[in-house]
Structures are given as C-alpha cells and as structure tokens.
Nanobody, 122 residues
C-alpha cells in the first residue's frame, strides 16, 4: 500500500488558522473513512477527526469541536482539516490514515502518512 501524503502544517500564532491536506497516493480514498490523528511531544497519538467515505458523517474529539472542520473532495482524492482558533495545545504532528468505516479507534486505521508538523505559538 502507498502511504497518503499530509501537507499544510506550519507555525501559526494562537487564534490563527491552518488547513491541512491529506492526499491519497496510489489508491483512491473513495471507499474509505479518512481520519486525522495527532501526536504531541511526549504524548500518545490521539484521535482528532474522521469523515466517512462520502462526507455525509463525521466525528470529532471534544477538544476540537466547533474549531476544526474535516471535509473531503473525492474527485481530488484529498481530505482536508480546517483548523480555526488554534491553541498552543494543538501543537503536534498531525497524521492521516484510512479505515473501512467511521471510527475513532486508532487500530482500525491503516496506511498512515508521515505526518505534518503544526506549531501554535502563544
């Protein structure tokens, strides 16, 4: 399997916004749920958001509800994570992966990307 490719990370001040992209490589995202996870230094990787195969359903962890929006464009084989009102505690490496159904369980996901760094300064 070819790993997806994340992009869009960077350094932003608290209160700012970033949009992350997760591009499928070699295999279409279309039949799959795609999720975003993040891992901060010294912490376990945690679920952030997921979107089902056609974009009709999504799920968010409570700490990003109302601030982050996940979306997908199946024609472009890309999933996005729009992050608004960023906080220093959002600082982490963000990863995308796919799963056969809508879930927030990490072990249900496979084909992980290399990640993109998001740093939020206070």
């Amino acid at each position: 399997q070819v790993q997806p490719v994340e992009s869009g990370g960077g350094l932003v001040q608290a209160g700012g916004s970033l949009r992350l992209s997760c591009a499928a490589a070699g295999r279409s995202f279309t039949p799959y749920t795609v999720g975003w996870f993040r891992q901060a230094p010294g912490k376990e990787r945690e679920f952030v958001a997921a979107i089902n195969w056609n974009g009709a359903s999504s799920d968010y962890t409570e700490s990003v509800q109302g601030r982050f929006t996940i979306s997908r464009d199946n024609d472009k084989n890309t999933v996005y994570l729009l992050m608004n009102t960023l906080k220093p505690e959002d600082t982490a490496v963000y990863y995308c992966a796919r799963a056969p159904y809508l879930t927030r369980i990490e072990t249900d996901f496979g084909s992980w990307g290399q990640g993109t760094q998001v740093t939020v300064s206070s």
